[in-house]
Structure formats: C-alpha cells, structure tokens
C-alpha cells in the first residue's frame, strides 16, 4: 500500500497527461508558454477569484505574496506553529519576525481567540498577556504588526470569518496559506479566496499535485497581482531588462503547466473521491474508541491533504504505527515538532509550554494512507490491524469486535 498512490492516477489519465507534454515539446515555449496563462484562467474561474499567477512552489507563492505588502524589518507575521516549515520560513527571509498562535483542538487551524490576544500582547509589548519573541520583547513596541498567514492545515480552510474580521480590525492583511487545500471550500467559496492573496502548491503530494515543483498565487486586487507579476520576473517593469524592483524567480514551468492541465480534468471527481475515502475511514473510526477521527466543523468542505488521526497518546501513535508497519502500511507524522522548538527559529526565544495545544498534538497525531483511489478493502485493513492491536495491548474491545474481518 502506498501513503499517497500518484500511480493508479496516472495509469488512469496517462494518454491525456502524454498529449499535453507532446504537444509542449512539439511548441518548445518551455518557460511562459501558453499551456501558464491556460491554467492561470481555468483556476482563477475554479478558485473564483480575478487573477492567479503560476509560481515556481507554493513556498515561492508565498514569499511573492509577503513581496508584494512589501513586508520586511521590523514587521511582524501572525502564523501559526503547527504547519509546513515553510510558512514560516517565508516571513524570515522577508527579514521580518514571526510571532506565533495556538492552534484549535479540533481542527488544529490557527484559534482566532488567540489570535486577537497575540495581537494585543504584541501592540501592548506584554507577553503576560500572550507569549511573543524575544526581539518583540526586546524591541518594545518597534515591532509593527502587519499581517496574518492563516493555514489550511490537512486541506481545511482556517476560520476565515474570524480571522478576517480580527485582521481588519487591526489593519493587518491575511495571506492565506491554501498549500494542502486547493478543492476545499469554506461556506460555498472555494480555498484560495480568503483573504487578501490565497497561495497553493502543486507539489506532487498535494491534492493537486504536478511532476515536479509548481504552485500559484490567487488574488482579486489589481495592484497585488501587478507587483506580483513583477515581482515573479526579477522585479521587471515595461519589459524584462527594465528593473523596477528587488524580485525572484518565481515562475511555473510550462511542462509542469501541461500535466496539471491533464489532471485538472478530473481533479473535481478526485476531490469528492477524497471525501468518499475520508467518510469511509471515519466511519470505521467511529465504533474505535481509542482514536479520534478528524473533525470538520459545518460550512466546511477538507480537501483531504491528509487523514490524521489522534491516539490518545504518544505511546499508543508509536503500538499503532509499529503495527501498520509490520503489515505493510505505510503511516507519517505531520508534524512532530512544532516550529518554535526548531533549531532554525530558536532564536526567537520562545519556550516549552508558549503553544501547548500544537506541542501536545504534535506528540499524538499520526496520519492514514490518503488519496483517491483507496479502495475500501485496503481501509478495512488499515482499521482492522488497528483495533487487533488495541485489542493486544489495551484490550480495547469495543474497537476490536467492529473489526475482525
Ligand atoms: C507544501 C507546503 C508549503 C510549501 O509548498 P512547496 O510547493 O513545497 O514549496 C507551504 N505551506 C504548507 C502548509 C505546505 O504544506
């Protein structure tokens, strides 16, 4: 069994994905050919917004994005610890400061509550009120708060009504980070559209994934999508040898373009096949005591990035993926360390015990095998070595009887 089977997906639309990069070579426009604009206008319509921009990666998205609000010194990024290293590493390299926010128990998005008291501690330079970092402290109040990178975490969109409120309140913008999202909606609008710059990744894992590296930057405002269009070709102005800016570049392939065109075609049908595996595991959760099956509140539609599940502690994660193991299931860990203990961002000073929901979740959570094509026959499996070795080593039998097969 396979984490996340790209091959049934292939053997299914080969010939398609065979035609679109024939028809690349045959062109030869390898670097801004007509298969970018192609996909820029079929995801901007899919996602519902005015313009879309093919990046390099989602991490390059990003870092265009925090470009663009022309970010760097001095201001400070609300994001959460619990994600991806490279929501956070984007604002660092901006040379701007990080200020982390706990996540939700039940969704392990970024908590809105906490949100707005980060804020405050930050503009009141008082950690009693939230833990900031050390240059926040330091630097008493000559830290500007400026924005929010909200994270769709396993592929559900982040508390957008909240979030958006708070920041407009504040005068901050948000950045959404859709990178494990795109095909997941929150209340009727699609991810990607929330906020000022939704940001995705086609990296191949993703639930729209190409065969290499990709992602895309979503925005209806004008202005952004200008400066990040220059921003994309180092900085370029009337034309490319006219520099008018500091940029990167932050272009998407033209092959890379082509297979996600091929895949575009049945990515709706993947996305509810997502859903059918994700009720099918849920469901077989529901009669387990010892796991929790991931939660997604009403007016929420996952993309199903990942199914992550949570023993009830790090002892049973370790029986469990042991287990799964031995019999030839393969399982991960997203993520085992949250971002504040990381080496990398040790220097903001902050400590154990600043973010308990992300580090306590972070011991526990472990993910299922995810994608399309699992078949129901190979969840039962997943969920029967489960509950037998529950039933072993915690004589769990309201797990197990459900289970044997
Ligand atoms: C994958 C991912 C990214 C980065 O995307 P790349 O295309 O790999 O650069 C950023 N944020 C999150 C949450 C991710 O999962």
């Known amino acids: 069994m396979d ?27 390898y670097i801004n050919g007509p298969e970018v604009s192609e996909l820029e206008a079929r995801l901007a319509s899919y996602v519902g917004v005015k313009h879309a921009l093919g990046c390099s990666s989602g991490t390059d998205a990003l870092l265009m994005a925090l470009m663009a609000f022309g970010v760097g010194p001095g201001d400070a990024i ?21 200020i982390f926010v706990d996540i939700d128990p039940a969704t392990f998005n970024i908590d809105a509550a906490k949100l707005e008291l980060a804020i405050e501690a930050l503009k009141s330079s008082d950690p009693k009120v939230y833990p900031l970092p050390l240059p926040a402290s330091d630097q008493a109040g000559n830290l500007r708060p400026r924005g929010v990178i909200p994270v769709d975490l ?29 095909g997941a909606e929150y209340k009727g609008e699609k991810a990607c559209s929330f906020g000022n710059i939704g940001c995705t990744s086609f990296f191949p894992a993703k639930p729209l994934g190409c065969y290499g590296d990709g992602g895309m930057c979503f925005t209806d ?47 709706p049908e993947e996305v509810e096949l997502r859903q059918l595996v994700a009720d099918r595991y849920t469901q077989l959760i529901g009669s387990c005591s010892m796991l929790r099956a991931p939660r997604v509140p009403k007016g929420y539609k996952s993309a199903w990035a990942q199914y992550s599940v949570l023993p009830r502690n790090g002892a049973e994660r370790s029986v469990l993926q042991d287990e799964l193991k031995r019999i030839g299931v393969p399982t991960a860990v997203y993520y085992p360390m949250p971002l504040h203990a990381q080496t ?60 044997v097969l």
């Open 154 to 182: 396993f592929g559900l969109p982040a508390d957008y009504d909240r979030i958006v409120s708070i920041a407009g309140e504040f005068g901050l913008f948000v950045i959404e980070d859709a990178a494990q999202a795109f």
């Open 344 to 403: 990398a961002y040790a220097y903001l000073g902050y400590k154990t015990g600043d973010f308990p929901v992300s580090e306590s979740i972070s011991q526990q959570i472990f993910s299922l095998p995810m994608h399309p094509y699992l078949e129901p026959a190979e969840q039962e499996t997943v969920l029967a070595a489960i509950s037998a070795s529950s039933m072993i080593n915690y004589h769990d039998r309201r797990c197990s009887k459900e289970f």
């Open 78 to 98: 609300f994001t959460t610890p619990f994600t991806f290293v490279a929501t956070a590493e984007v604002i660092t390299l901006v040379g701007a400061t990080p």
């Open 3 to 29: 984490f996340i089977d790209l091959k049934r997906q292939q053997k299914r639309i080969k010939d398609f994905i065979d035609q679109r990069i024939q028809e690349v070579l045959r062109h030869g426009q």
């Open 221 to 267: 405002n004008d202005e952004s999508a200008d400066i990040m269009r220059s921003i994309q070709v180092h900085g370029k102005g009337e034309h490319k040898y006219d520099n008018v800016r500091i940029g990167i570049n932050g272009r998407l392939d033209t092959l890379q373009a082509a297979i996600l065109l091929a895949k575009l075609d049945i990515f």
